[in-house]
């Protein structure tokens, strides 16, 4: 049973940036692909961004390539969101996600293992 606690969420203007943070715990680390999704209020959650086990590939949704980089050390059990430009759109609750599939999803229910997830909030 794999734990993952979220961290680095907040309120931050327009153009700002933030890094969140996803630590595992209960498992090894390194045998699951991770992703990120957000849920804003009133909608359905969305994939994010995903990265493989090793590091080796990412992937992210097209509202946030560019913007948003997704990192991970196996050293430390943590997966890494950068997040810069931020928009008001981007303001929603960020769950971080652990996958025994042999890729990453970008769908919810592929997905295993989940955080309670972080609040980040961008003003406009």
């Known amino acids: 049973q794999v734990q993952l606690v979220e961290s680095g969420g907040g309120l931050v203007q327009a153009g700002g940036s933030l890094r969140l943070s996803c630590t595992a715990s209960?498992?090894?680390?390194?045998?699951?692909?991770m992703g990120w999704f957000r849920q804003a209020p009133g909608k359905e959650r969305e994939f994010v961004a995903a990265?493989?086990?090793?590091?080796?590939?990412?992937y992210y949704a097209n509202s946030v390539k560019g913007r948003f980089t997704i990192s991970r050390d196996n050293s430390k059990g943590t997966v890494y969101l950068q997040m810069n430009s931020l928009k008001p759109e981007d303001t929603a609750v960020y769950y971080c996600?652990?996958?025994?599939?042999?890729?990453?999803?970008?769908?919810?229910?592929?997905?295993?293992?989940w955080g309670q997830g972080t609040q980040v909030s961008v003003s406009s």
């Open positions: 209960g498992g090894t680390f390194s045998n699951y692909n």
């Open positions: 990265i493989t086990w090793s590091g080796g590939a990412t």
């Open positions: 996600a652990a996958t025994r599939l042999r890729l990453p999803s970008t769908r919810s229910d592929g997905y295993d293992y």
